[in-house]
């Protein structure tokens, strides 16, 4: 908006310039003003696109070019001429036009770049930069009327919110690929990886954060020729596929590459790379073709033996072939014992032979026999196939039987071989995103069925093999007339084809895309008999390679830099705002060829736009501008062909804006969104209707899951929404009253495990009134943890402290106070012995007996401190009613205690810290309060233990609440922290100060 601003004000200066003009060829009174200027710009006006006109000082059209008679819908000037816009518009609307414009014929003060939406008679409303300037006559001074421009820039705004909206979404079509996609620039450092591209380095044990780094030290098992190849795409900005073989950690991998040129307007600079893992494909159709090999091998050295025998005697009248190798016997011998034949037959298919063998001779026709036989030398039993012709004599009865034998063995374990591997590339397309299909030409019945059909078609298998014709009906409508038409005339080629169409899916009713691979499979008169075909779901590849064309696409229009030229290149007219995004004056270009503007190497595109301009009327595009300093900036253009009056063509109108800063923006909008998918702590995004759209992988880690999908499935995730915490409510009520929630979130992982997360929602309103709301999440647990494990040490410390204070109390009191006893008896002795002496030594032994009386009582009060006697003979409300009476000894305050139930005791630890944080808050309440009453409060809630310590005072200094100055709140606040408890210091609202301590204490613990 700052160069839109910039752009205008300078037309505005601009149009101040030739004001005076305008108004004389208005009036009519400069005959020294040459026609060709006047024509020419009178020309440059009309055919500009904003809309330009003069009023005169009762805001009366005076002159318009002729956009402005197209919006208002008039053919002709003079419809327009002395009118005002009451005549056009609304009262309202047209007071409202003529108050400002009086405003600006008064006051001398232009209006600029007004954004505001226009009405115009018969048109739809549209968005517009309006500027209003006044018209001074250039002799007098004075005010005569005003010049108006409306630019409309309703398509500018549309294309900045297209473009935001697919900056805000092209990441999430990136990572939702499977293919690994990186793009890289003319240095081969990669400016852009998918998600799928970090896992496929991760999973070769290479660096997974490749931005920014060069794509030979990411990846460096790439062959040479790789970037070869790069360096063609570059070259001939056309892409390439091929395929590499490579070793990787001891594993040997192939790979399938698609580069693809991104073509921006100074060539290609950036390259994208598809990659594909083919490595389990290669190796099936490996595994294929040698296994064709083997059966074709076995052919060819397949074992023959051909006999012939009599009817009645079953003696052998023939023997050909490897009898020796097949049967185990002799070709001799055979001939000689009628009964090898019988001999050799498995004695477990004898029977169903014999009876094979009667039916198939009694019924004179050709048959056949499989069995197995023992072989005559090494016994194994092998497998057989038999091949019977019976022969019949003149009279049609059987005369002999032709025979021929073959080993089938190996064809058994062969068959058996390719069962299993039938089985396996079975599971192997039912794991993998394709349908495989086979279907009957003639009557378009299904005879195969393999692959995810429910997944990509909608419809399970039973579904397409009962119904026929579903196969054609779930063809999306609009793609139906090309999808029959390219499959019949694939089908007529009797070659292998492919095609691309959408169909509508079964379940969920959405287009999606399909690649379908046919073969046609013909008889031997070449009758069509079936089709085979592979359907794959591109739907994902055809969404990303739309939205990168989108983002790659500019189109921009603007007038910020107006110029005009003959049709020879010659510049006839450029305002200052052109001449000053070049670098210089309106003089340094005027009579000039318009290549001042552009580099050799520029020119061929200045020149292809200007000959489109003349075929076509127009040009649009973005073309490279040279600066006089000699630098250069990407310009978005907008040309009109420029006619005479007798509609000849006599120049082009070409009007610029500077849009290389605005192609930095969208560079730097990329590298921010892949700092938002990298961030560290959890991002999340729901749309309004709290369907979630994105979610970094930082957030997928923390709750456990490998994709969008798996995290918006997680029930626990999406019932802590709901619930959120007690005291702030749901998560969504917060939003919707306050638009931000903060706080904890308790939920559950994809594994089942619990998670604590720091929670912070804040609810988005974009353009168009569309709500969004983001969710930043850390995890707690680890945190938490330690926080327990704190308190759990603080409980044991507290435990330590209790014990080592009892311990110093009785040592105090068993050791000092034995030993001030006997001090005390000697004393005693020295008074009775010298009750005769001196006076000044009975004094002196008086004042050693006071100093004694006062250690011994020092002695017990700090042994009653370190560890008071109510604890070992007192319940807790009577150790508390003590200390209460003590209190209210030394002061003026008058103190009561109420516990419920009266007898309530709890175990030591937490008797212990009551009694010491009752302790402190009764010593604040003394020294600091001022106050007159105290109240204790303590009773036992289902929950656990509650003590209140309520004054009337003059209350606390707020800073002192929080605990950062106060080291007596500090200690209740940490004694109570390591039971697992809590104490809050509140002022009260009318005076005072209320200490609350609550402590769990589950009923289990209570009983």
Same mark, same amino acid.
Request: proline share 4%; charged share 25%; glycine share 8%.
């Given at each position: 908006?700052?160069d839109l601003?910039k752009?205008?004000?300078q037309?505005v200066?601009e149009l101040?310039?030739?004001r005076?003009?305008?108004?004389?060829?208005?009036?009519?009174v400069t005959?020294?003003?040459?026609? &060709?200027? *006047?024509n020419l710009?009178?020309t440059?006006?009309?055919?500009l696109p904003?809309?330009?006109y003069?009023k005169d000082?009762?805001?009366r059209f005076?002159?318009?070019?002729?956009t402005?008679?197209s919006? !208002?819908g008039l053919?002709?000037?003079s419809?327009?001429?002395g009118?005002?816009d009451?005549?056009?518009f609304?009262?309202?609307?047209a007071?409202?036009?003529l108050d400002?414009?009086?405003?600006?014929?008064?006051?001398?003060?232009?209006?600029v770049d007004a954004?505001?939406?226009i009405e115009?008679?018969g048109?739809?409303p549209?968005l517009a930069?309006?500027t209003?300037? #006044?018209?001074?006559d250039?002799?007098?001074g004075q005010?005569?009327?005003?010049?108006?421009?409306?630019?409309?820039?309703?398509?500018?705004r549309?294309i900045?919110?297209?473009m935001?909206?697919?900056?805000?979404?092209h &990441?999430?079509?990136?990572d939702?690929?499977?293919?690994?996609i990186h793009?890289?620039d003319?240095? &081969?450092?990669i400016?852009?990886?998918n998600?799928?591209?970090?896992d496929?380095?991760r999973r070769?044990?290479m660096?997974d954060?490749?931005?920014?780094?060069?794509?030979?030290k990411?990846?460096p098992?790439l062959?040479?020729?790789?970037f070869?190849?790069?360096e063609?795409?570059?070259t001939t900005? =056309?892409?390439?596929e091929?395929?590499?073989?490579?070793?990787v950690?001891?594993m040997?991998i192939?790979?399938e590459?698609?580069k693809?040129p991104?073509i921006e307007a100074?060539?290609?600079?950036?390259?994208?790379?598809v990659l594909?893992d083919?490595?389990?494909?290669r190796?099936?159709e490996?595994?294929?073709?040698?296994?064709?090999?083997?059966i074709r091998?076995?052919?060819k050295?397949?074992p023959?033996?051909l006999?012939?025998?009599?009817a009645?005697?079953?003696r052998t009248?023939?023997?050909?072939?490897d009898v020796?190798?097949i049967l185990?016997y002799?070709?001799d011998?055979?001939l000689a014992d009628?009964?090898v034949?019988?001999q050799?037959?498995h004695?477990?298919d004898?029977?169903a032979?014999d009876?094979?063998?009667?039916v198939?001779?009694?019924?004179?026709?050709p048959f056949?026999?499989e069995?197995?036989?023992?072989?005559?030398e090494?016994g194994d039993?092998r497998?057989?196939q038999?091949y019977?012709v019976?022969?019949?004599d003149d009279e049609?009865?059987?005369?002999?039987?032709d025979s021929?034998v073959?080993?089938v063995?190996?064809?058994?374990a062969?068959?058996?071989?390719?069962r299993?591997?039938?089985?396996?590339?079975r599971?192997?397309?039912d794991?993998?995103?394709?349908v495989?299909?086979?279907v009957?030409?003639?009557?378009?019945?299904?005879l195969?069925?393999?692959g995810?059909t429910r997944g990509?078609?909608?419809?399970?298998h039973?579904?397409?093999?009962s119904? #026929?014709?579903l196969?054609l009906s779930?063809v999306? #409508?609009q793609?139906?007339?090309a999808?029959?038409?390219a499959?019949?005339?694939?089908m007529?080629?009797?070659?292998p084809f $492919?095609?691309?169409?959408?169909?509508?899916?079964?379940e969920t %009713?959405?287009a999606?895309?399909?690649?379908?691979?046919?073969?046609?499979?013909?008889?031997?008169?070449?009758?069509l008999?079936?089709h085979?075909s592979?359907?794959?779901? @591109?739907?994902s590849?055809?969404?990303?390679?739309?939205r990168l064309?989108?983002?790659?696409?500019?189109?921009?229009?603007?007038?910020?830099?107006?110029?005009?030229?003959?049709?020879?290149g010659?510049?006839? !007219?450029l305002?200052?705002a052109?001449?000053?995004?070049?670098?210089g004056?309106?003089a340094?270009y005027l009579?000039?060829?318009m290549?001042?503007?552009?580099t050799a190497e520029?020119m061929?595109? +200045?020149q292809?736009?200007?000959q489109t301009t003349?075929?076509a009327?127009? !040009?649009?595009?973005?073309i490279? &501008?040279a600066?006089?300093d000699? $630098?250069?900036?990407?310009a978005s253009?907008?040309?009109?062909l420029?006619?005479?009056?007798?509609?000849l063509?006599?120049?082009?109108?070409g009007?610029?804006?500077?849009?290389?800063?605005?192609?930095?923006?969208?560079a730097?909008?990329a590298?921010?969104?892949e700092?938002v998918k990298n961030a560290?702590e %959890?991002?999340?995004?729901w749309?309004e209707?709290?369907r979630?759209?994105?979610?970094?992988?930082?957030?997928?880690?923390?709750m456990g899951?490998a994709?969008?999908?798996?995290?918006?499935?997680l029930?626990p995730f999406?019932s802590i929404l709901?619930q959120g915490q007690?005291r702030?409510?749901?998560v969504?009520?917060?939003?919707?009253?306050t638009?931000v929630?903060?706080?904890r979130l308790q939920?559950k =992982?994809?594994?089942g495990?619990?998670?604590?997360?720091a929670a912070?929602?804040s609810?988005l309103?974009?353009?168009?009134g569309?709500?969004l709301?983001v969710?930043?999440?850390?995890?707690m647990?680890?945190?938490e943890?330690? @926080?327990?494990?704190i308190r759990?040490?603080?409980?044991?410390?507290?435990?330590l402290?209790d014990d080592?204070?009892? *311990?110093?109390?009785r040592?105090?009191?068993?050791?000092l106070?034995?030993?001030l006893t006997?001090?005390n008896?000697g004393?005693?002795?020295?008074?009775?012995?010298l009750?005769t002496?001196?006076?000044?030594?009975?004094?002196?032994?008086s004042?050693?007996?006071?100093?004694?009386i006062r250690?011994t009582q020092?002695?017990r009060d700090l042994a009653?401190?370190?560890?008071?006697a109510?604890f070992?003979?007192q319940t807790?409300p009577?150790?508390?009613q003590s200390?209460?009476?003590?209190?209210?000894?030394s002061s003026r305050?008058t103190?009561?205690?109420?516990?419920?139930?009266p007898d309530l005791d +709890?175990?030591? #630890?937490?008797?212990?810290?009551i009694y010491r944080i009752?302790?402190?808050a009764?010593t604040n309440?003394?020294?600091?309060?001022?106050?007159t009453r105290?109240?204790l409060?303590?009773?036992?809630?289902?929950?656990?233990?509650?003590?209140?310590?309520?004054?009337?005072g003059t209350g606390?200094d707020?800073?002192?609440?929080?605990?950062?100055?106060s080291?007596g709140i500090?200690g209740?606040?940490e004694?109570a922290t390591?039971?697992?408890?809590? +104490?809050?210091v509140?002022?009260?609202?009318?005076?005072g100060v209320r200490?609350?301590?609550?402590?769990?204490?589950?009923?289990?613990?209570?009983?």
């Amino acid at each position: 908006m700052n160069d839109l601003s910039k752009t205008k004000k300078q037309l505005v200066d601009e149009l101040n310039d030739l004001r005076g003009r305008i108004a004389l060829l208005e009036q009519d009174v400069t005959p020294q003003t040459p026609d &060709h200027e *006047r024509n020419l710009l009178q020309t440059l006006i009309d055919n500009l696109p904003d809309l330009i006109y003069v009023k005169d000082r009762e805001s009366r059209f005076r002159l318009a070019n002729r956009t402005v008679l197209s919006r !208002f819908g008039l053919s002709e000037p003079s419809e327009l001429i002395g009118k005002t816009d009451a005549d056009f518009f609304p009262p309202s609307e047209a007071q409202g036009y003529l108050d400002e414009e009086r405003r600006i014929l008064e006051t001398g003060e232009a209006l600029v770049d007004a954004e505001r939406k226009i009405e115009s008679p018969g048109r739809e409303p549209a968005l517009a930069l309006v500027t209003k300037v #006044p018209l001074r006559d250039e002799h007098t001074g004075q005010i005569v009327g005003l010049v108006g421009l409306n630019h409309d820039i309703t398509r500018l705004r549309q294309i900045e919110q297209e473009m935001l909206a697919g900056e805000r979404q092209h &990441h999430l079509v990136l990572d939702a690929l499977t293919d690994a996609i990186h793009v890289i620039d003319r240095d &081969h450092r990669i400016v852009l990886a998918n998600q799928a591209f970090h896992d496929w380095l991760r999973r070769y044990g290479m660096d997974d954060d490749p931005m920014g780094r060069s794509l030979s030290k990411v990846v460096p098992f790439l062959p040479v020729s790789s970037f070869d190849q790069y360096e063609k795409v570059f070259t001939t900005g =056309r892409g390439v596929e091929y395929e590499f073989e490579a070793s990787v950690q001891g594993m040997s991998i192939v790979v399938e590459v698609r580069k693809v040129p991104i073509i921006e307007a100074n060539g290609v600079n950036r390259v994208a790379t598809v990659l594909r893992d083919v490595t389990d494909r290669r190796r099936v159709e490996e595994s294929l073709r040698q296994s064709e090999d083997r059966i074709r091998q076995m052919m060819k050295s397949l074992p023959i033996a051909l006999f012939s025998f009599e009817a009645g005697t079953n003696r052998t009248l023939l023997v050909q072939g490897d009898v020796k190798r097949i049967l185990g016997y002799e070709r001799d011998r055979i001939l000689a014992d009628p009964t090898v034949g019988r001999q050799i037959v498995h004695p477990d298919d004898l029977p169903a032979t014999d009876e094979a063998f009667r039916v198939g001779l009694a019924s004179m026709q050709p048959f056949e026999v499989e069995l197995r036989i023992l072989h005559g030398e090494t016994g194994d039993v092998r497998y057989v196939q038999q091949y019977i012709v019976p022969v019949g004599d003149d009279e049609g009865r059987l005369a002999r039987a032709d025979s021929v034998v073959v080993d089938v063995t190996e064809r058994r374990a062969t068959e058996q071989a390719l069962r299993e591997s039938e089985t396996r590339i079975r599971q192997l397309v039912d794991t993998l995103p394709v349908v495989l299909s086979s279907v009957e030409a003639e009557t378009g019945r299904t005879l195969l069925l393999r692959g995810d059909t429910r997944g990509i078609l909608g419809y399970d298998h039973e579904r397409l093999f009962s119904d #026929p014709r579903l196969g054609l009906s779930i063809v999306h #409508p609009q793609d139906q007339a090309a999808a029959y038409n390219a499959f019949d005339q694939g089908m007529a080629s009797r070659r292998p084809f $492919s095609m691309t169409y959408r169909v509508v899916h079964g379940e969920t %009713g959405e287009a999606v895309y399909l690649q379908r691979y046919v073969v046609p499979v013909c008889d031997s008169n070449n009758r069509l008999v079936r089709h085979d075909s592979i359907i794959i779901d @591109v739907t994902s590849e055809r969404e990303a390679e739309r939205r990168l064309k989108l983002l790659s696409q500019v189109a921009e229009q603007t007038t910020e830099g107006v110029a005009v030229a003959d049709l020879d290149g010659k510049l006839l !007219f450029l305002n200052r705002a052109f001449a000053a995004l070049h670098g210089g004056e309106e003089a340094d270009y005027l009579g000039r060829h318009m290549s001042v503007f552009h580099t050799a190497e520029q020119m061929p595109a +200045v020149q292809l736009a200007i000959q489109t301009t003349i075929a076509a009327g127009r !040009f649009e595009g973005e073309i490279w &501008h040279a600066r006089k300093d000699g $630098s250069t900036f990407l310009a978005s253009m907008h040309t009109t062909l420029l006619r005479s009056e007798s509609d000849l063509a006599v120049g082009v109108i070409g009007m610029m804006r500077d849009i290389t800063t605005w192609k930095a923006m969208q560079a730097s909008s990329a590298l921010l969104a892949e700092a938002v998918k990298n961030a560290g702590e %959890g991002i999340a995004i729901w749309n309004e209707s709290w369907r979630l759209t994105y979610a970094n992988a930082s957030m997928l880690t923390i709750m456990g899951c490998a994709c969008l999908e798996d995290l918006a499935a997680l029930k626990p995730f999406s019932s802590i929404l709901e619930q959120g915490q007690e005291r702030r409510g749901s998560v969504r009520a917060r939003l919707r009253k306050t638009g931000v929630w903060r706080g904890r979130l308790q939920g559950k =992982r994809k594994d089942g495990s619990t998670v604590s997360l720091a929670a912070a929602f804040s609810r988005l309103v974009q353009d168009g009134g569309h709500e969004l709301v983001v969710g930043n999440f850390t995890d707690m647990s680890i945190e938490e943890a330690q @926080v327990e494990q704190i308190r759990r040490l603080g409980r044991e410390a507290a435990s330590l402290l209790d014990d080592e204070r009892a *311990r110093l109390s009785r040592e105090l009191h068993d050791e000092l106070g034995q030993q001030l006893t006997a001090m005390n008896l000697g004393l005693a002795w020295l008074e009775s012995r010298l009750a005769t002496a001196e006076s000044g030594v009975v004094e002196r032994l008086s004042e050693v007996r006071d100093v004694q009386i006062r250690m011994t009582q020092t002695v017990r009060d700090l042994a009653r401190s370190l560890r008071p006697a109510v604890f070992d003979y007192q319940t807790l409300p009577e150790a508390l009613q003590s200390l209460v009476g003590e209190y209210g000894q030394s002061s003026r305050i008058t103190c009561h205690i109420k516990a419920s139930p009266p007898d309530l005791d +709890v175990p030591n #630890p937490l008797k212990t810290a009551i009694y010491r944080i009752t302790q402190e808050a009764l010593t604040n309440v003394l020294r600091h309060s001022g106050a007159t009453r105290c109240e204790l409060k303590l009773c036992r809630t289902p929950k656990g233990i509650e003590l209140c310590v309520t004054d009337n005072g003059t209350g606390a200094d707020p800073s002192r609440l929080e605990g950062t100055t106060s080291l007596g709140i500090v200690g209740m606040k940490e004694r109570a922290t390591a039971l697992g408890g809590e +104490v809050r210091v509140d002022n009260l609202r009318r005076r005072g100060v209320r200490v609350t301590a609550v402590f769990p204490w589950s009923p289990a613990e209570q009983s």
